[in-house]
């Protein structure tokens, strides 16, 4: 089982900057892709980008390729999601997601692989 806190959320104005964190805890530990998604009032909740504990490879969907960075400190066991530039439709509610333990260093928030979730972080962008 593994257990995701994410915390970070806020409001900002565009162009601004956030940084979200999701404290993950489980026992034993175990290498997983780790991903952030987000869903909009309204919308399909969407993939943001992933990576893999176990190592360093990481995944960026279009809408955020260049603005977002994923990374993850596992001596304290949390990957953050680092938001620069932000813009009004990059409001949502933001939530970190782990799937079964795996080898390999490719990641992708393909939603249905995930299995173990947080409870979100609202984002909320002002222009």
């Known amino acids: 089982q593994v257990q995701l806190v994410e915390s970070g959320g806020g409001s900002v104005q565009a162009g601004g900057s956030l940084r979200l964190s999701c404290a993950r805890s489980?026992?034993?530990?175990?290498?997983?892709?780790i991903s952030w998604f987000r869903q909009a009032p309204g919308k399909k909740r969407e993939g943001v980008a992933s990576?893999?504990?176990?190592?360093?490879?990481?995944f960026y969907a279009d809408s955020v390729k260049g603005r977002f960075t994923i990374s993850q400190d596992n001596a304290k066991n949390t990957v953050y999601l680092q938001m620069n530039s932000v813009k009004p439709e990059d409001t949502a509610m933001y939530y970190c997601?782990?799937?079964?333990?795996?080898?390999?260093?490719?990641?992708?928030?393909?939603?249905?692989?995930?299995?173990?979730w947080g409870q979100g972080t609202q984002v909320t962008v002002s222009a």
């Open positions: 997601a782990a799937t079964r333990p795996r080898f390999g260093p490719n990641c992708y928030p393909t939603i249905n692989e995930y299995n173990f």
């Open positions: 489980e026992f034993p530990f175990s290498s997983r892709c």
């Open positions: 990576i893999y504990s176990g190592g360093a490879s990481t």
